[in-house]
C-alpha cells in the first residue's frame, strides 16, 4: 500500500509559477508510477503528468506540455510538479496518485490541493 500528500497550492496570477509536492511512503515504491491529476469546477478530473521512480521519460497532457514539469527525488520519496505560465484554465484541485506498474488504473490518492490563477 502507498500513502499520498500533496502540498503547495496556493493563489498565483497568470503567468506566475507554483510547485506542488507529493510525498509517498510505503513499501515497493518503485513498482508504481506516479502521477498528478487536476479537477476544476464542474469538470472531470483530468490526468496532468507521470513519473517512474526509475528510468523512463515522463509523460504529460498536452495541455501543461512546455508549461509543466514533473520531477523526483527518490532520497526523498517526494515527486514535484514545477508549474510555470500558469493560466486561469490551469485553476482546479490538483491531486498525487499513484499505481503499480503492472495496472492502468491509479490505487492510491492524495486528498488534494488547491491552485488557483487570478487573471
Known amino acids: 500500500q502507498v500513502q499520498v500528500v500533496e502540498s503547495g497550492g496556493g493563489l498565483v496570477q497568470a503567468g506566475g509559477s507554483l510547485r506542488l509536492s507529493c510525498a509517498a511512503s510505503?513499501?515497493?515504491?518503485?513498482?508504481?508510477?506516479m502521477g498528478w491529476f487536476r479537477q476544476a469546477p464542474g469538470k472531470e478530473r483530468e490526468f496532468v503528468a507521470a513519473?517512474?521512480?526509475?528510468?523512463?521519460?515522463?509523460a504529460y497532457a498536452n495541455s501543461v506540455k512546455g508549461r509543466f514539469t514533473i520531477s523526483r527525488d527518490n532520497a526523498k520519496n517526494t515527486v514535484y510538479l514545477q508549474m510555470n505560465s500558469l493560466k486561469p484554465e490551469d485553476t482546479g484541485v490538483y491531486y498525487c496518485?499513484?499505481?503499480?506498474?503492472?495496472?492502468?488504473?491509479?490505487?492510491?490518492w492524495g486528498q488534494g490541493t488547491q491552485v488557483t490563477v487570478s487573471s
Open positions: 513519473i517512474t521512480w526509475t528510468v523512463g521519460s515522463p
Open positions: 496518485a499513484a499505481r503499480k506498474l503492472s495496472t492502468m488504473n491509479y490505487e492510491y
Open positions: 510505503g513499501r515497493m515504491l518503485s513498482s508504481y508510477i
